[in-house]
């Protein structure tokens, strides 16, 4: 008998009823009939990215990064600028 309302809550999703990007953009193409105009989109950062681009970004910020500490040389307190 207690497995009537497990199996109800299974069915049940907890995410907001919202369209995705996916209908908005087939229905752009209905209404504009073509290909979409990239100098309108706001977010122009998405369209440059490539397969690549995740490992770019980490080889940036690596240079500003602390080193990870190891057993073979003694941890070192962090030097600030005294005013």
Request: hydrophobic content about 35%.
């Amino acid at each position: 008998m207690n497995h009537l309302p497990l199996i109800c809550r299974r069915y049940v999703s907890a995410a907001p009823k919202t369209t995705t990007g996916i209908e908005h953009a087939k229905a752009m193409t209905k209404i504009a009939g073509g290909n979409a105009n990239w100098s309108l989109y706001k977010a122009d950062d998405y369209l440059k990215m490539s397969k690549y681009s995740f490992y770019d970004a980490e080889i940036t910020m690596a240079k500003h990064r602390l080193q990870q500490p190891t057993n073979k040389s003694p941890d070192v307190m962090p030097k600030t600028k005294s005013q």
